[in-house]
Structure formats: structure tokens, C-alpha cells
């Protein structure tokens, strides 16, 4: 690819089992280590969900060159919001307008379920990624600890 700034032709299209290989793929460019089958159970569950769904960015070509993962939230104390729980742009795509067709996916799919506002969390490591939210129109709500154990 060359370092050309011009949009890129990409359809988003609902994710399938099928696209596991390129999710995976894009998931370990972030650094994310799950291995394929792993990664392909968690594709299953989200698309078997109620409350989740899975997008993929398709380039002319046919390939896939991102993915999106959004889910519904009903929260007690802020009541229901959709959160954009993944977004994964092909690290030689990026800056074309992949991620801003993705996340506009992200929110059609939250409006037509009745939800008002869409949530992320990034790494605090990706000063990049913030950039591209804030300007999509995200706002920093707070910052905070995200806390893990495991119960298995």
C-alpha cells in the first residue's frame, strides 16, 4: 500500500463465521493473543447474542480490512447505552475512513434498537485511536482502573 491519503472503497457488512481468519488476524496486529479457535469461539458467542453484534469492513477486493464489535448495556445507575466493545483497522488501511464507516455501522445498529449513546473504552496506550474518537465526536468521560479476576 502506498501512503495515499484518499478515502477507501470499503463495504461493512455483518460479520460470519467465515471472516474468523482476517478477525483474527486484525485482533493480533493490536496485540491481542487469543489463537484461532479461541477467537472463533468469541466470534460465535457475539454473533449468537441478543444483545451483540459484529461488523466487518470489506475493501474492493473482497478482503477484510476491519471489524467492529457492539453490544447493549443496560446499566442501573446511567441506564441502557450501546458500547463499541472492539474496533480493529488493518494497520496498513488506516486513515482512510475505515474505522469511521465502522463506527457509523456501530451507531445505526444502537439507533435501531432505541439506544441514545454509544460508549468505548481504549487503552490508554493509543493516544492514536483517541485522536480518531474525539474527533468522531466522542468526549473522555472519566478515566479509571478496569480491574480483572479471573472466577473459572
Given amino acids: 500500500m502506498t501512503g495515499e491519503t484518499k478515502a477507501a472503497v ?15 488476524a486484525l485482533s493480533v496486529q493490536l496485540g ?19 444483545v451483540a453484534d459484529a461488523f466487518v469492513a470489506v475493501n474492493a477486493e473482497g478482503r ?11 446499566f442501573v445507575e446511567s441506564g441502557p ?15 482512510r475512513g475505515i474505522g469511521r464507516a ?3 455501522r ?3 445498529w444502537a439507533r435501531e434498537r432505541g439506544l441514545r449513546e454509544l460508549c468505548l473504552r481504549s487503552n490508554v496506550i493509543r493516544t492514536e485511536a483517541h485522536g480518531f474518537y474525539q474527533g468522531l465526536g466522542f468526549t473522555i468521560q472519566k478515566s479509571q482502573f478496569k480491574f480483572r479476576k479471573e472466577i473459572a
Avoid at 461493512?12 to 481468519?21: G, I, P, S
Avoid at 477484510?64 to 443496560?74: E, L, M, Q, R
Avoid at 447505552?81 to 480493529?88: H, M, Q, S, T, W
Fill in 32 to 50: 491481542y493473543t487469543a489463537d484461532r479457535a479461541t477467537t472463533l469461539a468469541r466470534v460465535r458467542a457475539v454473533l449468537a447474542s441478543n
Fill in 81 to 95: 447505552n450501546a458500547e463499541l466493545g472492539g474496533l480493529v483497522v488493518d494497520e496498513r488501511v488506516r486513515g
Fill in 64 to 74: 477484510v480490512v476491519g471489524w467492529a464489535h457492539v453490544f447493549a448495556a443496560p
Fill in 10 to 24: 470499503v463495504r461493512v457488512r455483518a460479520m460470519a463465521e467465515a471472516d474468523v481468519d482476517a478477525v483474527h
Fill in 102 to 104: 465502522l463506527v457509523a
Fill in 106 to 108: 456501530a451507531e445505526a
